[in-house]
T-cell receptor
Framework: DAGVTQSPTHLIKTRGQQVTLRCSPK?????VSWYQQALGQGPQFIFQ???????QRGNFPDRFSGHQFPNYSSELNVNALLLGDSALYLC??????????????FGNGTRLTVT | GQQLNQSPQSMFIQEGEDVSMNCTSS?????WLWYKQDPGEGPVLLIA???AGELTSNGRLTAQFGITRKDSFLNISASIPSDVGIYFC??????????WGAGTKLIIKP
């Protein structure tokens, strides 16, 4: 049973560029959340997708956008990259029918470096 | 962004010792979660707490949901080398996002 998978594992981009990160949820899960984790910090909630729509959003600018596909996989897009966007981006999946407090299962993240 | 107050920031202990860490918040949470993150990996859920006063164990790990709903602690008994890593607390209100602490780094001296 595959867990949450993210790609790529590492990425280097230049300021001003755009990036797309991908996530496949754990089998049986229908909800995907994205988190940004800066070095030495806890994760910060970016947004959550359910039924192909953004259900809730954290305190991140519109440069951060996402998408969820019919197979429940998801993408995170970041436009006009800034140096401060360098971080580990974590995807977490859960099963909505388990309630809003159903456990999150995390992938191993994508390490984004902006130069 | 908002974060919980998690302490201590790091701990150096001997193998076999007990470990205690805690989290406090200015907000009331309905759920407290404890995760462990190893280098190069995503956080893994250790214990979930859903009720004020709840005390839950998972092997050598024990966590409690504070009665005020603004704090939680995690204890690890008889630490072993594989306990090394970063432990995070996370709280949730009546919505979908988790609010996280900055982590407690556990280092075990052989």
């Amino acid at each position: 049973d595959a867990g949450v998978t993210q790609s790529p594992t590492h990425l280097i981009k230049t300021r001003g560029q755009q990036v797309t990160l991908r996530c496949s949820p754990k089998s049986g899960h229908d909800t995907v959340s994205w988190y940004q984790q800066a070095l030495g910090q806890g994760p910060q909630f970016i947004f959550q997708y359910y039924e192909e729509e953004e259900r809730q959003r954290g305190n991140f600018p519109d440069r951060f956008s996402g998408h969820q596909f019919p197979n429940y996989s998801s993408e995170l897009n970041v436009n006009a990259l800034l140096l401060g966007d360098s971080a580990l981006y974590l995807c977490a999946s859960s099963y909505d029918r388990g309630g809003w407090d159903s456990p999150l299962h995390f992938g191993n993240g994508t390490r984004l470096t902006v130069t | 962004g908002q974060q919980l107050n998690q302490s201590p920031q790091s701990m150096f202990i001997q193998e076999g010792e007990d470990v205690s860490m805690n989290c406090t918040s200015s907000s009331i949470f309905n759920t407290w979660l404890w995760y462990k993150q190893d280098p190069g990996e995503g956080p893994v859920l250790l214990i979930a707490l859903y009720k004020a006063g709840e005390l839950t164990s998972n092997g050598r790990l024990t966590a409690q949901f504070g009665i005020t709903r603004k704090d939680s602690f995690l204890n690890i008994s008889a630490s072993i080398p594989s306990d090394v890593g970063i432990y995070f607390c996370a709280g949730r209100e009546d919505n979908y996002q988790l609010i996280w602490g900055a982590g407690t780094k556990l280092i075990i001296k052989p």
